[in-house]
């Protein structure tokens, strides 16, 4: 089963930027959905961004659209989400993972990694 490995978490003023990465232990199948999901606390883990390993669609949650940006690197088997203007709305912990569907249904996704803490402070 595939495992991801998120990084690049930090603390940021409002405003600033970060760039996540996700890397993958083996390369994606050429129809895989790589998704960025994220958990602040005492909240429900939610959907941010998610993106076709073949053919680089992108769909995004209409609070990071505009703001954040997914992209993948092939040779490298990873994936970044580019995350700027930041608001402290945005602190939560990210987190990655695969499916095997276009959808933003976290049920429908797998091989969770232990996530990267980002925090945005005013």
């Known amino acids: 089963q595939m495992q991801m490995v998120e990084s690049g978490g930090g603390s940021v003023q409002v405003g600033g930027s970060l760039r996540l990465s996700c890397t993958s232990s083996?390369?994606?199948?050429?129809?895989?959905?790589l998704g960025w999901f994220r958990q602040a606390p005492g909240k429900e883990r939610e959907f941010v961004a998610m993106?076709?390993?073949?053919?680089?669609?992108?769909f995004y949650a209409d609070s990071v659209k505009g703001r954040f940006t997914i992209s993948r690197d092939n040779p490298t088997n990873i994936m970044y989400l580019q995350m700027s203007s930041l608001r402290v709305e945005d602190t939560a912990v990210y987190y990655c993972?695969?499916?095997?569907?276009?959808?933003?249904?976290?049920?429908?996704?797998?091989?969770w990694g232990q996530g990267t803490q980002v925090t945005v402070a005013s």
């Open positions: 993106l076709r390993w073949h053919g680089g669609s992108q």
């Open positions: 083996a390369r994606p199948f050429s129809r895989s959905v």
């Open positions: 993972a695969v499916a095997s569907e276009y959808t933003t249904n976290l049920s429908a996704y797998s091989g």
